[in-house]
């Protein structure tokens, strides 16, 4: 058997499979690095956003002092004014969506308005207030803009969390929860 030989001509015209390999490679490269870098930021504004939602909830939680009377418009007032003090990519958030009323403490079923018939906490329900924190448009500055996703066509993202703080006795826990969630300084005393 002899051995082939590679005549000038015949490598020059394999060089050009390396430009025709790179461009859809670039394409998946600039796919990843968006996802890389923009997922990231989202995630970060996510927790952002969590963080206004749970203080403003936990805020608003510490309001509700009566079990049987709670002062409703002060716990989304406190919510309000937490709210208004917390950040995301450095811009004051100005809104969110307060609500209170009674929550299912097995966390089966939506919340009930605290205005609603009975106006006080039924069995396996306690008061509540949920806070709902968004970045979208019209809201909080806007939704996201996004940095490498633009190449895939997507330019903004609405990032939203949530937050339920709710008042409890100090010895009920139901399963699957946190405790204590808020235990307040007067039952600390008289206990501890």
């Known amino acids: 058997m002899g051995r082939r030989q590679c005549r000038p001509g015949h490598i020059g015209r394999q060089r050009g499979i390396v430009a025709i390999m790179a461009a859809p490679l670039m394409i998946v ?34 309001r509700l002092a009566s079990y049987i009377d709670p002062d409703w418009d002060a716990a989304a007032a406190a919510a309000a004014v937490v709210i208004g003090r917390s950040e995301s990519e450095k811009i004051l958030l100005a809104e969110g969506t307060i609500e209170t009323g009674f929550w299912p403490v097995t966390g089966e079923g939506p919340m009930r308005a605290h205005d609603s018939v009975p106006t006080v906490p039924m069995p396996g ?21 996004l940095v490498f996703a633009p190449i895939l066509g997507i330019f903004t993202q609405d ?34």
């Open 29 to 62: 490269m600039l796919g990843m690095t968006a996802l890389a870098v923009d997922v990231g930021r989202i995630m970060v504004v996510r927790n952002e956003l969590q963080n206004a939602a749970d203080a403003a909830a936990l805020a608003g939680a510490a």
């Open 125 to 145: 329900e306690n008061p509540a207030v949920r806070v709902t924190v968004t970045r979208a448009a019209g809201s909080n500055g806007g939704p996201m803009g």
């Open 159 to 192: 990032v939203s969390a949530s937050a339920v703080a709710v008042v409890s006795t100090p010895g009920f826990a139901s399963e699957g929860t946190l405790f204590p969630m808020v235990l307040n300084q007067c039952m600390f005393e008289q206990f501890w």
